[in-house]
């Protein structure tokens, strides 16, 4: 008797989900085959976002008025040319045409909604040579900080919450969220929020670079694996 | 014979033919709202689309008899509209077996406000995709279709229009709102928003039957009850509970009206009757006067319900309720002696006699199972009681008083009824 009483209790929580967690990425039911070689990109140039700009300016001893530009335009640096070497044939499209575009929320799970731009129904973005690049990956935030949880950025019922005051750091991290669109047919492929921590004693400008190229070799990883 | 079978095989591939013949395939189909006299308006980004706006309103009577007179046009305004072309064409890429609808959601705004302005027209997606014709259904509902597929392509318009019709357009007409109706509809409130009702009734008419056990708990506790029996009238072992005299395990009817406020509180007005044989010793001689001897059990309660609603459905409510209350019973005996029995026996003149009332108390749980607001189906299950006279004040040697005889008649009851309900918001 008590083993089926057990038994059903455990059923129980499997099915209603005892302990909650995420799903962080949503995969097109037609999202076959991953990109190998041929990848755009647009979104960098205002994707990156440094949270602490205080802390980080002093630990890595840049001048605190210009360390978000700094910071963010280094980070994005070491992201493209990541991603240069990843994929042969890689552009960069101009974020001119696609800045002009709505900001939509894409739901990942029951309570993680993604916000960033798509590109609209019907129409291709072109890269600057006027070409049709087959994928693009949206890079919609790279935020960059110290011990961030994703959960607080996208869980719409943790986002009001506050941070406690912490002072001691054991990693710096980053969340990125981004989608993968099919520029062919227009439609998000693959779309997912990563969280990646880099632990650190003191911070250097070679930590954040392993952040970024961790993050880099992470979407890669997810790209491949959301594939069906 | 020979020309029945001719006929059916004649059906069958008519049927086969229709089926198979246009290659039809359906995505998906939610069924939507198919009115009568429809507006249906045929949206393609075809330079000649594959169906004819008039062959296909034949085609509609054609296939569906109650849709009477439907109007089919080109919708040019759509055609002349770049985010709807745009759209149309992003739809054409992408409409697949394998997407859900909500793949294929139109993302522009100024395509969801077409949608919405659609008001009761019926707008039927045809565009030609190689050797194919995807087909999709949108109404002012929803911003994503509501039925979708694909019909192999063939020159023949009339022929595409019947396999449309045939497929998509097959449900009950509704007859369309006029300007008024559909305004009412607007402002009412959604059935699943609504307020609160002030109070509810309900009347119930209901079966059920009762013993002295209560369910899972040991049959020791009432063994010395049930197993009793009535010795020369009056003598059992114990009188502490009616059940020594009676039978416990009977059906009941019972009536009931009641009422809650605000889904929350409430009361209820029970009518309860059973009737139970006295359990006499058939080795007993001096019963063979008796030609029966039974007790009516009529008792009138009165419970405090609580209650919370619930709505799974538009058509049913369901509303869980625990209730607590108290009741007067009276035992109404029903004793007759055989025909040929001029004298009864002493026995019988001074056989037992109940209390002329008792007051009990009742506790319990049940369901109101509504469907239509209306109609309702009733269950419920609970403990009642019948305690000591209640006329009887506890005088100061009570201690040396004989105890009440059916001081403690405890049951456990389970019934069901059928009831009507009234709601006032």
Redesign the interface.
């Known amino acids: 008797m008590f083993r089926i009483f057990a038994i059903v209790c455990i059923a129980a929580c499997a099915l209603v989900g005892c302990g909650h967690s995420y799903h962080w990425s949503k995969s097109?039911?037609?999202y076959k085959k991953p990109p190998y070689a041929n990848l755009a990109i647009v979104g960098t140039d205002e994707a990156f976002v440094l949270t602490r700009s205080a802390w980080f300016a002093k630990k890595l001893g840049w001048n605190p008025d210009s360390i978000q530009l700094k910071a963010t335009a280094f980070c994005e640096e070491i992201f493209l040319n990541e991603l240069r070497r990843a994929y042969p044939t890689f552009v960069k499209i101009p974020d001119e045409q696609y800045k002009q575009l709505?900001e939509?929320s894409q739901k990942l799970d029951d309570r993680i909604f993604m916000k960033g731009r798509?590109p609209?129904?019907?129409?291709a973005l072109k890269d600057s040579a006027g070409n049709v690049p087959p994928y693009i990956l949206i890079l919609h935030e790279f935020i960059v900080g110290t011990d961030l949880k994703r959960e607080t950025y996208f869980d719409y019922a943790l986002i009001h919450n506050e941070n406690t005051g912490k002072k001691t750091s054991k990693n710096i991290s980053a969340i990125v969220s981004y989608t993968l669109w099919d520029n062919e047919?227009?439609?998000p492929l693959f779309s997912a929020v990563d969280e990646i921590q880099h632990p650190i004693v003191v911070p250097t400008p070679k930590d954040l670079e392993t952040l970024v190229r961790t993050a880099v070799k992470q979407i890669r990883i997810n790209l491949y694996g959301g594939a069906s | 014979m020979q020309k029945g079978y001719s006929i059916f095989a004649l059906v069958l591939f008519l049927l086969f033919f229709t089926a198979e013949s246009f290659g039809q395939k359906v995505f998906f189909n939610e069924h939507p709202t198919i009115w009568k006299n429809a507006d249906i308006l045929i949206w393609s980004v075809d330079k000649d689309p594959a169906i004819d706006p008039k062959e296909f309103c034949l085609s509609l009577k054609r296939n569906n008899s109650g849709i009477g007179e439907p109007k089919c046009r080109l919708q040019g305004e759509w055609v002349r509209d770049s985010v709807a072309i745009r759209y149309a064409n992003w739809l054409n890429a992408n409409l697949d077996p394998v997407l859900k609808p909500e793949y294929l959601r139109a993302r522009h705004p100024a395509m969801q406000a077409k949608f919405q302005a659609l008001e009761d027209k019926i707008v039927l997606f045809v565009a030609t995709n190689g050797n194919l014709v995807n087909v999709a259904i949108f109404d002012e509902t929803a911003s994503e279709p509501k039925a979708a597929g694909s019909i192999l392509l063939s020159p023949d318009k009339i022929s595409m229009g019947d396999a449309i019709a045939n497929t998509f357009f097959g449900g009950t007409a509704k007859r369309r709102l006029s300007k008024d109706e559909r305004k009412k509809m607007q402002t009412e409130p959604d059935e699943y928003f609504q307020e609160t009702p002030v109070f509810k009734a309900w009347a119930g008419l209901g079966m059920g039957y009762s013993q002295a056990q209560v369910p899972l708990t040991p049959d020791n506790w009432y063994s010395s009850h049930v197993n009793s029996q009535v010795r020369n009238y009056r003598i059992t072992k114990d009188s502490v509970s009616l059940w020594n005299f009676l039978d416990d395990s009977d059906p009941y009817l019972t009536f009931y009206i009641g009422g809650t406020w605000y889904d929350f509180i409430g009361i209820e007005l029970i009518y309860h009757y059973a009737k139970h044989h006295m359990k006499t010793d058939p080795k007993d001689t001096v019963y063979q006067e008796l030609d029966h001897w039974d007790f009516s059990q009529h008792e009138i309660g009165l419970n405090a319900i609580f209650s919370r609603n619930y709505k799974p459905a538009s058509w049913v409510n369901i509303t869980p309720f625990m209730f607590v209350g108290f009741q007067y019973s009276f035992f109404v005996e029903d004793i007759e002696l055989k025909d040929n029995v001029k004298t009864p026996s002493k026995a019988y003149q001074a056989r037992i006699k109940f209390e002329e009332a008792y007051k009990g108390a009742l506790l319990g749980f049940g369901s109101h199972f509504i469907f239509l607001k209306h109609y309702g189906l009733g269950l419920r299950t609970g403990i009642s009681s019948r305690g000591r006279n209640m006329y009887v004040d506890p005088s100061p040697d009570a201690a040396a008083e004989a105890s009440v005889i059916g001081g403690s008649t405890i049951d456990w009851f389970i019934g069901a009824g059928l009831e009507y309900h009234i709601t006032v918001f």
């Open positions: 097109h039911p037609l709505p939509e798509l609209e129904q019907g129409v047919k227009q439609r």
